[in-house]
């Protein structure tokens, strides 16, 4: 076993304090990294609360990381010694299912394995990337291109894969109008992304406040989504609503706006998962209602590589370690994504 230092939450309602805690040894296959970042993602908060009733204590939270590999297994062949390096929200898949080799592991029929607060196929318990070393299996690290930072990079292994899968599984592109609700960590990604593909885009948000940032990001026009009546003008026109929201929207407003053929596509994890909409909304235009999880290995690294190539990047807030709390306290403020820089575990 190897030791590093991490935040840490002891229980529910419990503050973070820094602890050490165990990786396990280097196995063949193994890619051991020293963590220069990570995301603070929403999901953080719902399983600090546990929110969903799931939650492992201790926990270590952080599925965004990034950081440089430090040592490699003897038959790791992917990654060597200084090679910038990745990780998301899964560590482990059966790897065997159909799921698995068609590269989606987030829909592994086993089960994937979280980077946190979960419990591995040998009976561990998963520690995440608030934290200054990670230990992960060869198949499940990701290559950072040099043309993106490691501190923006962060984010992109949950919050960017989370919105580019559905983007490119329904075809955003030339030609193809698509919407995207609420621009927060990963709306905005959503936004840019999409422009990135060709399509024309727009954001529905409650904040006006952001609207000269969608357009900067690429969005076409903003739409004020408090304003009944100009949500209503929009009429059907989208191919595809991307909604990044957790909470609950009116889903029959929102239907409204497909064309033929439409979808709604639901990323964000919501507070309140329950819903409901009048079937109507459906059959009078063929239109879908559809629900997308991150994104496997695969997708991923390609996802890496198509926002290095398109220059798409995140907008952060880069913190300390000991901000962490006042961060989650004020998750809604931050425009767009707090990343700890992890050097400041040891120094703050």
Known sequence: MSTTLALSLPSRGAQFTRTTIERRPLRDDDVRIDIRFAGICHTDLHFGNDDWGTTLFPLVPG?????????????????KVGDRVGVGCIVNSCGECQSCRA?????????????YSNRDYDGTVTLGGYSQSIVVGEQ????????????????MLCAGVTVYSPLRRWGAGPGKNVAVVGMGGLGHLGVKIAAAM???????????????????????????????????AVGSQFDLI??????????????????????L?????????????NVFSLLTARRSIAGSSIGGIRETQEMLDFCAERGVTTEIEK????????????????????VIDIATLSTT
């Open 63 to 79: 599925h965004e990381i990034a950081g440089v590999v430090s040592e490699v297994g003897d038959a790791v062949r992917t990654f």
């Open 103 to 115: 590269g989606a592991e987030q829909y592994c029929a086993k089960g994937f394995v979280m980077t």
């Open 140 to 155: 499940f690290v990701l290559r950072i291109p040099d043309a993106i930072e490691l501190d923006v990079a962060a984010p």
């Open 198 to 232: 060709g399509a024309e885009v727009t954001l529905l948000g409650h904040s006006p406040s952001k609207e000269a940032d969608a357009l900067r990001f690429g969005a076409k026009r903003f739409v004020n989504t408090a304003d009944r009546e100009a949500l209503t």
């Open 242 to 263: 991307v909604n990044t929201v957790p909470t609950t929207l009116d889903v029959d407003a929102y239907l409204g706006l497909l064309r033929l053929d439409g979808t």
């Open 265 to 277: 596509v639901n990323v964000g994890a919501p507070d309140d998962p329950t819903g409901s909409y």
């Open 319 to 338: 913190i300390s370690a000991d901000q962490v709390p006042d961060a989650w306290k004020n998750m809604s403020a931050v425009r767009y994504r707090y």
